[in-house]
């Protein structure tokens, strides 16, 4: 099972070059590393990301996240994934771009 991280261009850059990422600004304040689950990537998109241009949709490998992950109530009490430690590019089991087309960003999860 994936779940999803969604990224600017220079956040992406930076995990690129460091090889790990503390987070967002979002995600520093909150104390953990806010991720997606598939049906709640262009929610979190058109929230957090509305209008953005350059931005990139990581796949991390739930199984590769262990303890750190917890499956936590958000909006509405919907189950959101929450990584609690710093992002590894090892987590990515793969990455593409995250296009705007007409106003949304729509994932295409291969």
Same mark, same amino acid.
Do not use: C, N
């Given at each position: 099972?994936?779940?999803?991280? %969604? $990224? /600017?261009?220079?956040? #992406? !850059?930076?995990? *690129?070059?460091?090889?790990? @990422? !503390? =987070?967002? +600004?979002?995600?520093? &304040?909150?104390?953990?590393?806010? @991720?997606?689950?598939?049906? *709640? %990537?262009?929610?979190?998109?058109? &929230?957090?990301?509305? =209008? ?7 796949? @991390? ?7 750190? $992950? &917890?499956?936590?109530?958000?909006? =509405?009490?919907? $189950?959101? +994934?929450?990584?609690?430690?710093? $992002? *590894?590019?090892?987590?990515?089991? #793969?990455?593409? +771009?995250? +296009? ?5 960003? /729509?994932?295409? @999860?291969?």
């Amino acid at each position: 099972m994936m779940v999803y991280k %969604i $990224l /600017r261009a220079d956040e #992406w !850059a930076a995990l *690129q070059a460091e090889g790990r @990422l !503390a =987070g967002s +600004p979002d995600d520093l &304040r909150d104390g953990f590393v806010h @991720l997606s689950a598939a049906d *709640q %990537i262009e929610e979190t998109a058109a &929230r957090h990301f509305g =209008g953005e241009e350059g931005l990139m949709l990581l796949a @991390l490998e739930v199984g590769r996240l262990g303890d750190a $992950l &917890r499956w936590e109530p958000s909006r =509405g009490g919907a $189950l959101f +994934p929450h990584l609690y430690r710093a $992002l *590894q590019l090892t987590d990515v089991a #793969w990455s593409v +771009p995250l +296009p705007l087309e007409g106003g949304r960003h /729509r994932p295409a @999860l291969p």
